[in-house]
């Protein structure tokens, strides 16, 4: 089953392992510059062409915890959606995203343990369907009052 955007939140009780969902971005000059700001990583790599072209890169790319932060979307709004508390999430970084690319990240429910309130899902990002981040996450998911 996959989920999209505006999908209802799930309880714990609810999941099941193999539940995914899925968001597609691509991310612009002004929110490259924007992340820069708030998080103050300045690297060159991200906002000066010039210096990036000098890079193993050639060009400018983006942040890769701004790449990163589409799996905390996914968790917080759509799976298993509000209500979400992170626990943890591990992230392993395969290939650079470039301004204008379109990323495309998924989370899958691997585990579920409604004793210990514990999900498992895995995280991945992909551009033109090669993976450009991987990861596994755990978190707390809404509980019915």
């Given at each position: ?52 072209a ?26 298993p ?16 995203v ?48």
């Open positions: 089953m996959t989920q999209h955007a505006n999908a209802a939140p799930r309880y714990l009780d609810e999941l099941m392992p193999g539940e995914s969902a899925t968001l597609s971005k691509a991310f612009t000059e002004s929110e490259v510059r924007a992340f820069a700001e708030v998080s103050t990583d300045t690297n060159p790599v991200h906002l000066d062409e010039a210096y990036a000098s890079t193993q890169f050639g060009t400018r790319i983006v942040h890769g915890m701004l790449t990163a932060s589409l799996f905390s979307a996914l968790l917080g709004n759509q799976l959606g509000p209500g979400t508390v992170y626990l943890g999430q591990s992230l392993r970084f395969r290939r650079p470039k301004l204008g690319d379109t990323v495309e990240a998924t989370v899958t429910v691997k585990s579920v343990d409604k004793e210990k309130n514990r999900v498992e899902l895995e995280c991945v990002c992909s551009v033109s369907g090669k993976p450009v981040l991987l990861g596994d996450a755990t978190v707390m998911a809404p509980i019915r009052a």
